[in-house]
């Protein structure tokens, strides 16, 4: 394993960063962090709460907040899918593991978030699902040190494909 051993897990929403993140860290035996969870309890609101109520740029700030606060050792840290829009959080979480990319093509994606509202997704006003996508996917591309296909594959050959690809 990486010698920080810590794991971060971008990508869209619905790639599965912490379905996949779980199975992983158990089955690594490293503990298992959620930065989505970790916000929550920060602010104690729901993610689509913070959006409804503080807009994105509140939610951004807090999410880099929360990301900047987090020293993991020996973990699984599996990231909201905004957080490749922080230079900030991006350069501490490269800095304390190995980022893999979870990568789901756009139909995927679309297929996983058919229930859309309580995902606490960032959408920037006016933004559409598409633009949002496309905005990302270089930015993810650009900070993954590791890329693993997961359209179409169970949660449990991804992890299979991590560790392996680890």
Do not use: W
């Not at 689509?48 to 807090?62: C, N, S, T």
């Not at 490749?84 to 756009?106: F, P, T």
Request: glycine share 10%; charged share 25%; net charge neutral.
């Amino acid at each position: 394993m990486h010698h920080h051993k810590n794991i971060i897990l971008i990508g869209m929403p619905g790639a599965g960063k912490s379905t996949v993140g779980v199975i992983l860290a158990k089955s690594l035996g490293v503990q298992f962090i959620d930065t989505d969870i970790l916000i929550q309890e920060r602010t104690g609101k729901m993610l689509q709460a913070i959006l409804d109520e503080d807009g994105p740029d509140a939610f951004k700030r807090v999410e880099e907040e929360t990301i900047l606060s987090l020293h993991p050792r020996r973990a699984v840290v599996a990231t909201g899918g905004s957080v490749v829009c922080s230079r900030n959080a991006m350069a501490h979480l490269k800095s304390a593991g190995v980022v893999v990319y979870l990568e789901i093509s756009y139909a995927e994606m679309e297929k996983r978030l058919k229930n859309i509202t309580t995902r606490g997704m960032v959408l920037l006003p006016g933004q559409s699902l598409r633009g949002m996508y496309d905005e990302r996917v270089p930015l993810y591309e650009k900070y993954a040190d590791l890329t693993i296909g997961c359209s179409g594959e169970r949660f449990e050959s991804v992890v299979g494909n991590v560790i392996e690809a680890l």
